[in-house]
């Protein structure tokens, strides 16, 4: 009976030996994910900025001017 507890123990034992090295593995390629997605964040941003950065240089952004003095033509309903 003891030998029928010990190797239920082992188990026991080896089970959760192996879960605490798949969630070390996981854990591991969660974070090698987050470094990649925070790289390429930092790296989209960059382009961006730059992008806005050129489009401002090159074209100064214009203030667009009202006409307070709008007419809207009544159109003519055909019978």
Do not use: C, H
């Amino acid at each position: 009976m003891t030998s029928e507890q010990d190797r239920k123990r082992a188990e026991r034992s080896f089970k959760q030996e192996e879960r605490i090295r798949d969630g070390r593995k996981a854990m591991a390629e969660y974070e090698v994910q987050a470094r990649a997605t925070r790289a390429k964040t930092e790296r989209l941003k960059v382009l961006r900025l730059a992008k806005e950065a050129q489009a401002q240089t090159e074209q100064p952004e214009e203030t667009p001017r009202s006409n307070g003095n709008k007419r809207r033509t009544a159109t003519r309903r055909e019978k």
